[in-house]
């Protein structure tokens, strides 16, 4: 266990000085990571939870949020699932915190989206899904 001087701490394993392997990262805020790391970033496979307020979160994100999947370079990137203390939930592809790819997208009201994303916009081809279950391709 190491705790840093800024009140995060980091349980797990190192090599060559560095975070490698399986660990848990926790911030002084109780935002926490917990997976693989690579040279110090999060990367394969792992949770990440805001379990604190913060001044900024990553677009999508707020304060009781969770994602779970991939990791690469210390960002979501790859297969995963985002749920918001909103009710919004966004399963599918990611890179960089954003929904990028192929994903489904379900609403709070319970309306759903399936389709293509692009830096975490609506992009290509997608279907469009209401609560009366009425369809919308575009």
């Known amino acids: 266990t190491v705790t840093y001087s800024n009140g ?3 349980v797990g394993d190192w090599w060559k000085g560095k975070k490698e392997g399986q ?4 911030l002084y805020n109780g935002t926490k990571y917990v997976g693989q790391f690579s ?3 999060f990367n394969g ?3 990440l939870t805001y379990e604190a307020s913060s001044s900024k979160f990553p ?4 304060e009781g949020s969770k994602y779970v999947g ?3 370079d210390g960002k979501p990137h790859g297969d995963g699932v985002g749920i918001n203390s909103r009710g919004e939930k966004y399963t599918g592809e990611w890179a960089a915190f954003k929904f ?3 994903g489904v997208y379900k609403y709070p009201n319970g309306e759903i ?3 293509q994303f692009e830096n975490g916009k609506k992009h290509g081809k997608g279907t469009f899904t209401g609560t009366n279950g009425y369809k919308y391709s575009c």
């Not at 677009?59 to 707020?62: L, M, R, S």
Request: glycine share 16%; aromatic share 24%; proline share 0%.
């Open 100 to 102: 990028h790819g192929h």
């Open 70 to 72: 991939l990791f690469s």
């Open 8 to 10: 995060n701490e980091y």
């Open 39 to 41: 040279n110090n970033k």
């Open 59 to 62: 677009e999508f994100f707020d």
């Open 23 to 26: 660990g848990t990262f926790t």
């Open 45 to 47: 496979h792992g949770t």
């Open 113 to 115: 989206y399936a389709g």
